[in-house]
């Protein structure tokens, strides 16, 4: 029956209308206010900032991309229905950004929501999507995060296909993310829909468990990301939300774990922290060159647990070429002490022997025929590539 109204619905829909298939071919890179600058603090100066820091930190050379408003930018609506920017956060209007952040070789995304009224209770969207898609394209936007607050009685697959069909209307290929917290499985309808969906709530910057009943540690979303790997891949991914990386209420081994297991997820990498004042260690975190080609690696595969004995867990990604990445998380708050033999690790295909490279450490080690002894630090992660011996 479920299957049913599913397909009933889908067949109900503009079948003409598709979401902009060449797009997010690997996961998205890129900023976006919220997590740090949230409503309060987010204005026009903070995004120009954040964008001369995405080029001035290198950031931009690495592969990020996208420079995100989220919530807060708008205020109210014309009669005519147009949206109406928020003239004190923003008094240069927000195409004077997008030109801005164009210019800087950047690309700009800003922040909309399926319901009535968005999450800090700007408006939303709904009743005026194809006038507010036709708004950004006029923008020059490049990418719209679609949130789900103040829904009630709303289908989500009706009110994101609707969006997508605005935004495809409007002509301008934007990406699409959908911010619907999993409620509805999008992991199972959404990759017709758009490029990246959530698959849980909020992130919030702790180590794990929940705050508020409705924001997780990353731990915990990690842990539900976990068997979601198959509905992965070029210009569809799973998206675990925002880095938390550089935000205060992680240390430095937990923001370098959080970066890693994201990355090995094919997560979208969009930071959330403050570009501008961002310290060596952290800017090292966001800027592990070897970690972003496991991110971005064209066959978008998302890792695996392939060892889970509680408090400490392999998970694996098969990359490009044959290669292996193999990541080693310590959740235990001490040392753990761990003997690799890399036959007996129940790592999927594994046709060795393979060179064996470190990749926080950058040190190419024994290859795949030695077992070796390892001591990973408390709340920390070691990444191996594994690559064909030749
Ligand atoms: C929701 C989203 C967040 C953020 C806020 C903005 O909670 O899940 O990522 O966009 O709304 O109000």
């Not at 490049?142 to 009110?159: A, F, V």
């Not at 997560?267 to 922290?273: E, S």
Request: proline share 4%; net charge negative.
């Amino acid at each position: 029956m479920k299957k049913l109204v599913f397909l009933f619905t889908i067949l109900s829909l503009n079948i003409y209308a598709q979401k902009f298939e060449e797009l997010a071919q690997t996961p998205p890179m890129g900023w976006n206010s919220w997590n740090f600058f949230e409503c309060e603090r987010v204005n026009e100066q903070v995004i120009m900032d954040m964008a001369d820091a995405m080029v001035s930190t290198g950031m931009k050379n690495l592969g990020y991309e996208y420079i995100v408003i989220d919530d807060c930018w708008q205020i109210a609506r014309e009669e005519s229905g147009t949206i109406i920017v928020d003239s004190i956060k923003f008094p240069s209007g927000i195409k004077y950004l997008a030109d801005y952040i164009h210019s800087k070789g950047l690309k700009f995304g800003i922040y909309s929501d399926a319901g009535t009224h968005t999450c800090g209770g700007r408006p939303g969207s709904k009743s005026y999507e194809e006038i507010d898609a036709q708004t950004y394209a006029d923008w020059g936007v490049d990418y719209l995060k679609y949130d789900w607050c103040n829904t009630e009685g709303q289908d989500p697959i009706k009110s994101y296909t609707l969006m997508r069909d605005a935004l495809y209307k409007a002509g301008r290929p934007i990406i699409f993310s959908l911010c619907e917290w999993g409620y509805s499985e999008p992991w199972l309808w959404a990759d017709s829909v758009g490029h990246l969906w959530r698959t849980t709530l909020d992130i919030t910057d702790r180590w794990d468990g929940n705050r508020w009943g409705n924001q997780l540690g990353w731990v915990e979303i990690l842990e539900k990301q976990n068997g979601l790997e198959k509905y992965a891949g070029p210009g569809k991914w799973n998206d675990p939300d925002m880095l938390e990386v550089g935000n205060p209420g992680l240390t430095i081994n937990e923001a370098r774990a959080h970066f890693t297991m994201w990355c090995m997820l094919a997560a979208p990498l969009i930071c959330g922290n403050d570009l501008k004042n961002m310290p060596d260690d952290i800017r090292e975190i966001l800027m592990q060159e070897e970690l972003i080609s496991i991110n971005q690696d064209p066959l978008g595969h998302q890792a695996y647990k392939i060892y889970d004995e509680g408090n400490f867990e392999i998970w694996q990604k098969p990359l490009d070429n044959e290669e292996i990445a193999i990541c080693l998380l310590n959740l235990e708050n001490c040392e753990k002490e761990f003997t690799i033999n890399w036959k007996s690790l129940k790592i999927k295909k594994f046709k060795g022997p393979y060179l064996v490279k470190d990749v926080w450490r950058s040190q190419d080690l024994k290859d795949s025929e030695s077992v070796i002894g390892i001591s990973i630090p408390a709340r920390d992660v070691v990444v191996y590539k594994l690559s064909k011996k030749k």
